[in-house]
């Protein structure tokens, strides 16, 4: 059983940026795709953007392609969701999340299982 911490969240103005850090335990982390979800208040969790185990895959949902960019760091067991431009409608707890299969592409929101508990990003307008 992984676990994921998340950090960076707070409260921002429109237009500025944040960096979201998700870091897992164990030895296996170089191995899984990682992604982020969000969830807002009243609405289902949407996945957001996706790294495949070897960062040569990103994929991004429609609303944050050229705004959010994902990374991660194999050495520190992290990945890292960079997000600019940020809007009042990415207003959500983000969270993190591990492939459920070693070797993936992390492209899409059902290749997903064992999220962490979230940080909440505000945005105000």
């Known amino acids: 059983q992984v676990s994921l911490v998340e950090s960076g969240g707070g409260l921002v103005q429109a237009g500025d940026s944040l960096r979201l850090s998700c870091t897992a335990s164990g030895r296996t982390f170089s191995t899984y795709a990682m992604g982020w979800f969000r969830q807002a208040p009243g609405k289902e969790r949407e996945f957001v953007a996706g790294?495949?185990?070897?960062?040569?895959?990103?994929t991004y949902r429609p609303s944050v392609e050229g705004r959010f960019s994902i990374s991660r760091d194999n050495a520190a067991n992290t990945v890292y969701l960079q997000m600019n431009n940020l809007r009042p409608e990415d207003t959500a707890v983000y969270s993190c999340?591990?492939?459920?299969?070693?070797?993936?592409?992390?492209?899409?929101?059902?290749?997903?299982?064992?999220w962490g508990q979230g940080t909440q990003v505000t945005v105000s307008s």
């Open positions: 999340a591990r492939d459920k299969v070693r070797y993936g592409l992390g492209s899409r929101s059902a290749d997903f299982a064992s």
């Open positions: 790294i495949s185990w070897n960062a040569i895959k990103a």
